[in-house]
């Protein structure tokens, strides 16, 4: 049996823009996706604070020290700039590996700089 637990996360945020007219997705900052050790193409959820709106969509690469957190397409109806959000990205373990696993938890100012990296909630 696998459980699907928390891989990654980048926690709170703030979107700095909304293209309501790019293909879909949601661009991080190269940075963040490593410090955050997420993947170009992952499967994330997105949770806005402000709103309460959950949605998936996938990471796509902003430009490095831009500090960019970008809702493409149909997801930029569901943030406004400025609105904080938290990007989640789970993975499928098995028992055994969880009980090693540590997820990487990215925390970040209002201006999306990298504050401080965990392997706990």
């Known amino acids: ?42 499967k994330v959820e997105v949770v806005n604070i402000n709103n309460g709106e959950r949605f998936t969509t996938y990471v796509i690469e902003g430009k490095a020290g831009g500090k960019d957190i970008c809702l493409n397409g149909a997801a930029a109806r569901k943030a406004h700039i400025g609105d904080k959000i938290i ?20 925390l970040v100012d209002e201006y999306n700089t990298l504050v401080e990296v965990r392997d706990y909630i």
């Open 87 to 106: 990007i989640i990205a789970y993975a499928h373990m098995s028992e055994e590996e969880l009980k090693t696993f540590k997820p990487t938890v990215a």
């Open 1 to 42: 049996m696998t459980l699907e637990m928390l891989y990654s996360k980048i926690h709170r945020a703030t979107v700095t823009d909304a293209n309501l007219n790019y293909v879909g997705s949601i661009t991080i900052d190269k940075e963040l996706i490593e410090a955050s050790n997420l993947h170009v193409g992952q």
